[in-house]
């Protein structure tokens, strides 16, 4: 490996002096006029990863849920989920280094991580539909170049997309097909399966009306509709033609603002999802008779998912592990239906897809969701190959149950949180249960929430622990949250800082809305006193 090649080739992709990012909640994300040096630096390292773990590693330019003048990177490692811990370190060792220390850098990490220079490396790319991510993209295939890595760079993906395909590559052909075809097989054909088996009293013209972010949700989402038109008719807003990406649409601007996204024509009780500005995430939602508005979250999804998978093994007879993950932000009346009434086991991580996967992993079968609608179900080996043995044994109901179950396995992308993967579940789901989405809304009621934003100098001071649910800096701030929690009933609050946005998010929850302020305004607000001067305010 020629390190003085990549020190001239640097100097095209120069690092800013004295810019330091970090690899956050999920990769480096900042405003995409300071990423080149970051995109070419993770084209590298990609590299050494590939050699090290000798398999095809992904390189993911997006920022997702972020305004669209903000971009990011992530790097997927080779089981099609997010790169190791140890790694994101040298990520950040690497995106901080000077220009003069940089061969240095990769050096020490090709020493620590014994990375063999001969061996080959393969690297896949991705890229969303902001106007930053093509040029991006294109310096990140410089970094793999010039390491003498090969690559092959799919253009236009969803997230999840790529991370199919890094799956794909590496279990062989086992996971599926690395194209985009392959991918729209895949799904459609599970989802096909699936739906065969409604009975012909339901709704049998079934259409979902879906917000796109203008992201590119919209494109391949239309590139994918006809394979299963026959089962469910998709009508796309927000589609990218006009409007910004994520821009008071997408499904973190429906779940942290709790209303419809601008340009969805919404009827009565009529089913909508909103995909965010790179399909890894899904809310549903509806508009009732009186015109309010009704969320289903990750939280939903979760219980919908998981209440079906276990009907389905009770069905079968077989008494698998069934693990529901979620985070500080599940809401409290989702955590009590899992355990209390569907009885089963939930626990709670950090914030990132990449604590609940592995957490769900510990399972026979996981399913994880964040509340903001990021996650899917993960299955492992042995309860795929003995499903798929069952389903060739078993007759009549039981039979018909396992293989169903084999169709949903096929229909989640195990890899990662997939928008559309996620809608063609939760669609099956309510076509085989014969649910409409205001019952599936009424399974509990969630307790009244907010999560606010808030800027502040320097969201470093606050660090956390217990999952994020307790802050352990500054100091005092947690006793003020308690001192006002413990005023409500079912109340919960906690603070957490972004790993994705230069921000400090709050939450709060409680069992109802009380009156505050001689305004008269119903609202219930947390007042959470930061000892750095600032103050923080939550408005239920
Ligand atoms: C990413 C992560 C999610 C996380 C979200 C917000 O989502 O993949 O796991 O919940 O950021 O993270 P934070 O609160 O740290 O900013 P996305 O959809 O933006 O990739």
């Avoid at 997702?64 to 811990?85: C, F, Q, R, T, Y």
């Avoid at 994918?224 to 026959?230: D, K, L």
């Avoid at 809305?513 to 239920?540: D, M, N």
Wanted: hydrophobic share 40%; charged share 25%.
């Amino acid at each position: 490996m020629d390190l003085e090649a990549v020190s001239k080739r640097s100097a095209f992709h120069a690092k800013p002096q004295g810019l330091i990012l970090q690899y956050g909640t999920a990769g480096f994300r900042t405003n995409a006029q300071h990423l080149d040096h970051i995109m070419f630096r993770m084209g590298l390292l990609a590299v050494l990863r590939s050699k090290q773990t000798r398999s095809t590693i992904g390189v993911m330019v997006t920022a997702s849920h972020n305004p669209e003048e903000d971009n990011g990177v992530k790097l997927i490692d080779p089981l099609g989920e997010m790169l190791a811990p140890s790694w994101e370190e040298h990520a950040t060792c690497l995106a901080s280094a000077e220009e003069q220390d940089m061969p240095g850098v990769l050096g020490a990490i090709m020493e620590k991580e014994a990375v063999d220079p001969q061996q080959a490396a393969f690297v896949v790319i991705g890229r969303d539909t902001r106007p930053s991510s093509e040029k991006l993209s294109q310096s990140v295939i410089d970094g793999v170049t010039v390491l003498g890595g090969q690559f092959h760079d799919y253009g236009l993906l969803t997230t999840p997309q790529l991370h199919y395909m890094v799956y794909c590559r590496n279990s062989g052909g086992r996971y599926g097909k690395a194209t985009i075809e392959g991918y729209c097989q895949k799904l459609s054909k599970a989802f096909v399966d699936l739906t065969k088996q409604v009975s012909c009293s339901g709704d049998e013209n079934r259409s979902v009306k879906v917000d796109c972010a203008n992201g590119i949700g919209a494109l391949k989402l239309k590139e994918m509709a006809h394979y299963f038109s026959q089962g469910l008719s998709v009508q796309l807003f927000n589609d990218g033609t006009e409007g910004r990406l994520n821009h008071l649409c997408g499904a973190d601007f429906v779940k942290s603002h709790q209303k419809p996204p601008q340009g969805m024509e919404m009827k009565s009780d009529e089913r909508c999802c909103s995909f965010d500005g790179d399909a890894d995430r899904i809310v549903y939602y509806y508009s009732d008779a009186d015109g309010h508005f009704h969320l289903l979250d990750g939280d939903k999804i979760a219980t919908l998912i998981s209440s079906f998978l276990k009907e389905l093994l009770l069905e079968i007879g077989e008494s698998l592990s069934i693990g529901v993950v979620q985070t500080a932000y599940a809401n409290g009346s989702s955590t009590r239906y899992l355990e209390e009434v569907m009885k089963v086991p939930v626990y709670c991580t950090k914030t990132g897809v990449k604590h609940l996967h592995h957490k769900a992993q510990e399972f026979d079968i996981g399913v994880y969701f964040e509340a903001n609608g990021h996650g899917t179900a993960v299955f492992s080996e042995a309860v795929e190959v003995k499903i798929k043995r069952l389903a060739q044994e078993l007759e009549d109901e039981k039979g018909k149950a396992a293989k169903m179950l084999v169709s949903i396995i096929d229909l989640f992308n195990q890899a990662t949180g997939d928008a559309i993967s996620d809608m063609l579940v939760i669609e099956a789901i309510l076509a085989l249960k014969g649910l409409t989405v205001q019952q599936w809304d009424a399974l509990y009621v969630d307790l009244p929430n907010r999560q606010l934003k808030v800027k502040v100098a320097d969201r470093r001071v606050i660090s956390t622990t217990d999952a994020e649910r307790q802050a352990l800096t500054p100091p005092g701030l947690q006793e003020a949250i308690n001192d006002l929690v413990k005023k409500y009933k079912l109340a919960r609050a906690f603070v957490r800082p972004s790993g994705t946005e230069d921000i400090v998010r709050v939450y709060a929850e409680a069992d109802s809305q009380v009156s505050w302020e001689q305004g008269g305004e119903i609202s219930c607000v947390w007042s959470l006193t930061v000892a750095k001067g600032f103050l923080l305010r939550v408005r239920l």
